[in-house]
């Protein structure tokens, strides 16, 4: 899950919001993007959250697609998501801080979502939240697990955040796990001489933890605590 630092909001809901007198009513946000969409072409919220994220979705870290340009039209995956549920927390419908890109692509694996699963419920750890130290990531099976030594508390917290947005999913695993052993394939080259395999890791984790590369948001927290 992504630890989200938002900055200044975009212009067109910063507009939107001083224009509007009314109520928070249920469709204040399909108002939103109506307003948007008659203002502004381009969609400027969303590509100002994927660009936040590094193009990643929010909570999965899977690779988000914005345009139909940029995938299949059955690929395209984006959602503005409500981070505090519109429903039960309707001043916040139009905040920037409570808004990110979630996917909600349908993989060939089955359904795969991440906004849609954890719906309407509260996250125990928002990703507005500092978190980062309280995940951790099995190298041998690629699953997401709590941080050796948070309290019982954190540890339930990070275990229902896996849960309820199904990070743990088999997909995501495989694909965190097939990271984890090219690195280790590199360490244990026996003709390779360790200066080179130092190059080539360091090449790989570079590659890997660029921008707009699934996981690297992850990844990064992981070699942080590895070089300490």
């Not at 919220?45 to 929010?58: P, S």
């Not at 990070?167 to 695993?173: H, I, K, P, V, Y």
């Not at 984890?180 to 360790?194: C, F, G, H, R, Y």
Request: glycine residues 4%.
């Amino acid at each position: 899950m992504l630890e989200l630092l938002h900055g200044m909001e975009p212009e067109i809901l910063r507009l939107f919001k001083a224009q509007y007198s009314g109520t928070f009513s249920a469709d204040l946000w399909s108002k939103y993007k109506e307003y948007e969409s008659k203002n502004s072409g381009n969609k400027p919220l969303v590509r100002t959250l994927h660009a936040l994220q590094e193009g990643l979705c929010v909570y999965c870290e899977r690779k988000i697609y914005v345009t139909k340009s940029e995938c299949r039209e059955d690929e395209l995956n984006r959602h503005v998501e409500h981070l505090l549920a519109k429903s039960t927390h309707p001043h916040l419908t139009l905040e920037y801080t409570n808004l990110a890109l979630s996917c909600t692509c349908e993989g060939k694996r089955g359904t795969s979502t991440c906004g849609a699963k954890k719906a309407e419920r509260l996250l125990p750890i928002l990703p507005t939240e500092k978190h980062l130290h309280l995940f951790d990531l099995d190298m041998e099976s690629g699953r997401l697990i709590p941080a050796f030594g948070v309290s019982n508390d954190d540890k339930q917290k990070v275990l229902e955040c896996i849960s309820l947005l199904n990070l743990n999913l088999s997909e995501l695993c495989l694909r965190r796990l097939h990271i984890i052993e090219n690195m280790k394939k590199i360490l244990v080259a026996e003709s390779v001489e360790w200066p080179v395999k130092q190059r080539l890791l360091q090449d790989y984790c570079t590659e890997r933890t660029a921008y707009g590369q699934p996981f690297a948001h992850t990844l990064r927290h992981v070699l942080s605590i590895f070089l300490h």
